[in-house]
Structure formats: structure tokens, C-alpha cells
């Protein structure tokens, strides 16, 4: 037992003054050739993203020019609820289960973020109630009682139609809010899109072999706000805001960033 | 000395019954503001403070690069206003309100230059370099500016920003309500195009007024019912719509008369068949005439004295 204990004290005093080399330069930059090799694993692997079924459907019927709905019926919500549950409207008459948020209006002005994979049955199934977000239908009689959203919502800022919302803020407007108000599903902008994040294959300009400081030092080539971020972070310091912990502040007496020295 | 002084108050007297009589000039003022200019309805209920549109003017107007990304939030953790090289910026404000999880809730303010109807900074521009255009963009030519800055004074709101640091070719900076796109067909500036949640309306003036006023009668329960812009300063090309009262959101008070009615109703009445320079040097005119005769006396009687 007592040797068990000298051992270990041993392999810790060998660890603090630097004669094991389990974190130094070398072992780091095998750790990141690893890593390299993990992110074309990675890369193979998107190649065979899963895809849904009717995913092509879904972009066609995106790119679909719908025509327009001029003039809808007014209504109120609950009269318009009642209605629509009278008529017997239910999941099963649900045409397509599955949206791709993709038309031209969308990206007309930025791309930044990939289309919305909007579930249509998931939506119907949990809520049960079409209303909520088939607001209003058309006036004409002989229309489906439940039309897409990019019938009324296509263009912004018509003229002849001022309080008519342009399609993208109508998705925006009516997803968030009723995630808010419901306290499901997401609110954020990555929640539901995906970031069109640059190529960085052709972006990073690193040697065949890169030594670990030049990678970092790649990074903030054009992260540089990161790099300053990290060093006010937790991370580097080892104190700091704990915004998880009680009054937000987490006291800390003792080890890394208050006594000990040479822990960096 | 009792003829001097009696000579003096008459022709005070004189100078003030003239001043009277031009106190209702022939110079009425009149508004210049275009008929039916565009303008912005922005609905702060709406705005999420993405950021959004400063990443849009930015790339739109070429202004150069941010400090910080337009991607990082925590630039709203401090008040910011528009710079030379930012026209416009997003602000965040707590007014106490909070949501049912006892958050509490933000107001985001768009800040820019409020393209008002009967702008101070064009009354005070003393070489025409700024201009209100028919389509509602209070304009800068910078070929005719000469770096007065009169215009950073007039602005009620605070505005106009200018190039410090640029000593060669210094202008005035501030947001061009996109005029060379807005100027087009089906054209929109570039923060109100961008607008995930279309918290920024874009469209005429007088369609925008009858908008946000459908939106409070519609939401009375939401909005405070007072639209800033549709008086501010005589009227404003953007508007405002909340739900909590401005006063709270950093907004400036502003008077509801035009401000250049009042310097320029001033500035007109007083020049206004150059009266007052012909009253000044009549009084001062006067003055001399008077003190000259009493000097020629006191000149004389010590010569006699001699």
C-alpha cells in the first residue's frame, strides 16, 4: 500500500516538472494528426448523409410557383377553429408529411443558413389543430379549406397588401412565436437551420506536416476574436463567471488559477 | 445731458415700434416636405436584435469592416450609436417587463437617421449639401459639403457622424435611406430587405401611418398607442410602433413642431426687407449723432475755458 502511494506521488512530481512528455508538442501533434484523420472519416461519412425518402419531392414542390391568394376570408380564430373541426379535418388528411422551407423568395436576399426541414404530420399530430397555423383561407368558396403558406405569403412590402408579411417572415414569425409560447422546439437560428458555414478544405493553408502552434495560429488568422475571447475565458484562466452556479459566482480557494503555480 | 438722454429713448422707441410692426412678418414659414415620400414602419414587438440589418448596410453602403462580428451579441451589452462607419445600430433595452418564466423581456431599437420631413440638418446645411428628396431620403452630396458640421448640431436625433479620422477627404456620414436603391423600381434599402421577421416595413409614408395605426387598434392590449415619427420633429420618414413606452427604449424627446419652422421663421422675419440691419445702424446711427453733439459741446467748452 505504502508503495502503491510513493508510486503515484512519484508519477505526479515526474508530471508537474515535465519528465513525462504526455501533453508536450509531440503528443499533441499526434494528437491533431488523429484528429485529422477523424474529420476525412467525417467527410467520407457526409458523402452518405441520410436523406429523407421524399426529399426530392420536397425540393421540387419548394422551388413550385403557388399562385397567389389575394384576398382571404376574415375570421376569427376560435369561429375558424370550431369550423375546421366540425368538417372533420385530422391528420389522415394531411396531403404531404413532409416540407422542405426552400422557395426562391427565401434566399433572395441572403443564404446564410440551409432550408428549414419542416415535419408536417409531427406538427399535426402533436398540436391536433390546424387553425393555429392555416390562419385564414381564401374567400373563394371553391378553395381547399388549407392552403400552403406560400399562397398568401409570398413577396414583402405590397402595396396593394401592406399587413400582408413576405414569406420568410411569415415562417419566422409564426414558428417562433408559438415555440415561445408553447415552450417546445427551437428559437434560435441553428435550432432549425442549418449554418452555411464557408468551405474551410480551401479556406486553412497549412504545410503538409503542420507543428500545433501554426494550426492555431491559422485558426486566428481569421478567428481572431476567438482567440481573445478564449483568453478571458474559464478555459484559459481557470476562474471566472460561472453563470450555472448559485448568485453566479462559484468561489474558488484552492488549485488551478488561485495557489498553484505554473499550471498553464 | 436731459436732451441727449431724451434723444436716446426716442429713437429706442422708434427702433421698437418698428420691431412691432414687423412682429407679423410677410414671411409666413412653410413646410417643404415632399407629399408622398417613402418611409419605414419598425415594430419593435417584432425585432428579435439578430443584427441582421447592420450586416446589410454595412455590405450594401460598402462601409468598412466591424470590430466585432455582426454575428456576436454581446455588443448589445452596451448602448451604441450610429457612427462614420456604422449607420445604423441595434440597441437593446429592459423595460422590467417580464414573461411568465420571470425573464426578463428585451426591447431591440433600430437606430439611424429618421429621414425627417422638414430636416434641421438641411436648414442648417449653409451650402445645400444636404437635401430631402421627393422619395423621402434626406440626402448628402458631398462634392458641395464643406465640413461645417452644422448639420451634427441641428440634428434633433443625434445623428450625422463625421469622418475624424480622415484629414484629406472628411464626410459627413449617416444612413442614405439606400436613395440609389430605394430610387429604383421595386427597390428596398438594405436593412429592410434583410429583415427575417419584417420587423422593418417598408413602403409610402401615409400606406406605413395607417398600418401602425391598424396594428394598435388591432393590439391594444399590446402596443402603447403613440407612434414616435408620425410628429417627432414635424414628422419623420421612419416610424416607430412598441410596446413599451418609448421614453424607456432610449428614445429622444423631440418637439412636434418642425424645428426649422422656429430658427427659420426667426432667421426670415428678422432679415426680412432688411430691417433689422437698417433699425441696427439707424440706432447706432443715432447714438453717434447724439454722443457726437454732446462731444463737440464738451470739446467746445473747454477750448472757451482756454
Redesign the interface.
Known amino acids: 500500500m505504502k508503495r502503491k502511494v510513493g508510486l503515484l506521488l512519484l508519477f505526479l512530481s515526474a508530471v508537474s516538472t515535465g519528465f513525462l512528455p504526455a501533453y508536450n508538442g509531440q503528443g499533441a501533434g499526434n494528437a491533431f494528426a488523429a484528429g485529422a484523420e477523424e474529420k476525412g472519416d467525417a467527410i467520407a461519412l457526409t458523402e452518405t448523409e441520410w436523406k429523407a425518402p421524399d426529399q426530392m419531392a420536397a425540393q421540387i414542390r419548394a422551388a413550385e410557383e403557388v399562385p397567389f391568394v389575394g384576398k382571404v376570408k376574415e375570421e376569427c380564430l376560435c369561429v375558424r377553429q370550431q369550423r375546421l373541426r366540425d368538417k372533420g379535418l385530422s391528420t389522415k388528411d394531411i396531403t404531404h408529411r413532409y416540407f422542405l422551407l426552400d422557395s426562391p423568395l427565401i434566399r433572395k436576399?441572403?443564404d446564410q443558413y440551409g432550408p428549414v426541414r419542416f415535419m408536417h404530420s409531427k406538427h399535426a399530430a402533436v398540436l391536433k389543430d390546424c387553425a393555429l397555423c392555416h390562419h385564414y383561407r381564401p374567400v373563394d368558396p371553391e378553395a381547399p379549406e388549407t392552403t400552403r403558406c406560400s399562397a398568401c405569403h409570398q413577396e414583402?412590402?405590397q402595396?396593394e397588401y401592406?399587413?400582408r408579411?413576405?414569406l420568410?417572415?411569415a415562417y419566422?414569425?409564426q414558428c417562433?412565436k408559438c415555440h415561445k409560447d408553447m415552450?417546445e422546439g427551437p428559437v434560435g437560428?441553428t435550432g432549425c437551420h442549418k449554418k452555411n458555414v464557408p468551405d474551410h478544405e480551401k479556406l486553412v493553408q497549412l504545410p503538409e506536416k503542420p507543428e500545433p502552434t501554426q494550426v492555431t495560429e491559422e485558426c486566428l488568422r481569421c478567428h481572431q476574436?476567438a482567440g481573445e475571447d478564449m483568453l478571458s475565458s474559464a478555459h484559459w484562466l481557470w476562474k471566472g463567471h460561472s453563470p450555472y452556479t448559485m448568485e453566479r459566482r462559484k468561489e474558488v480557494l484552492h488549485g488551478k488559477g488561485t495557489t498553484v503555480i505554473n499550471n498553464f | 445731458m436731459n436732451l441727449t438722454r431724451r434723444n436716446f429713448f426716442r429713437l429706442a422707441g422708434a427702433a421698437g415700434a418698428a420691431a412691432a410692426i414687423k412682429e407679423k412678418p410677410a414671411y409666413a414659414w412653410q413646410s417643404k416636405a415632399p407629399p408622398d415620400p417613402y418611409g419605414c414602419l419598425v415594430d419593435l414587438t417584432?425585432c428579435?436584435g439578430?443584427r441582421?440589418c447592420e450586416a446589410?448596410c454595412n455590405r450594401v453602403n460598402l462601409l468598412p469592416p466591424p470590430d466585432?462580428?455582426f454575428d456576436?451579441q454581446r455588443v448589445l451589452d452596451e448602448k451604441r450609436r450610429p457612427d462614420e462607419r456604422t449607420y445604423t445600430v441595434i440597441n437593446r433595452y429592459y423595460s422590467g417587463k417580464t414573461d411568465d418564466?420571470d425573464q426578463l423581456i428585451p426591447t431591440f431599437v433600430k437606430v439611424q437617421c429618421m429621414h425627417c420631413q422638414d430636416p434641421a440638418c438641411v436648414s442648417a446645411c449653409i451650402v445645400g449639401a444636404l437635401s430631402k428628396k421627393e422619395n423621402g431620403a434626406v440626402h448628402y452630396d458631398v462634392s458641395k459639403c464643406i465640413g461645417c458640421r452644422y448639420c451634427m448640431v441641428a440634428c434633433p436625433f443625434e445623428i450625422p457622424a463625421y469622418d475624424y479620422h480622415n484629414p484629406l477627404t472628411p464626410e459627413v456620414r449617416k444612413c442614405t435611406f439606400c436613395y440609389e436603391r430605394i430610387s429604383e423600381q421595386g427597390g428596398?434599402p438594405g436593412c429592410?430587405?434583410?429583415?427575417?421577421?419584417?420587423a422593418i416595413?417598408?413602403?409610402?409614408r401615409s400606406?406605413?401611418l395607417?398600418?401602425a395605426k391598424?396594428?394598435i387598434k388591432k393590439n391594444p392590449a399590446v402596443y402603447t398607442d403613440r407612434i414616435y415619427g408620425e410628429k417627432e420633429a414635424g414628422g419623420t420618414s421612419w416610424l416607430y410602433i412598441s410596446a413599451v413606452p418609448f421614453e424607456k427604449t432610449g428614445f429622444i424627446p423631440v418637439p412636434s413642431e418642425p424645428l426649422p419652422k422656429r430658427s427659420e421663421s426667426i432667421q426670415h422675419s428678422l432679415f426680412s426687407y432688411l430691417w433689422s440691419p437698417i433699425a441696427l445702424y439707424g440706432i447706432l446711427g443715432g447714438i453717434m449723432w447724439t454722443s457726437g453733439k454732446k462731444g463737440a459741446g464738451e470739446k467746445q467748452a473747454p477750448g472757451g475755458e482756454k
Request: proline share 5%.
Open positions: 436576399e441572403e414583402s412590402f402595396e401592406p399587413e408579411i413576405g420568410k417572415a419566422h414569425l417562433t415552450q437560428c476574436k | 417584432r428579435i439578430c441582421k446589410a466585432v462580428s456576436d418564466r428596398r429592410a430587405a434583410i429583415c427575417p421577421v419584417e416595413t417598408f413602403g409610402k400606406t406605413l395607417q398600418l391598424d396594428r
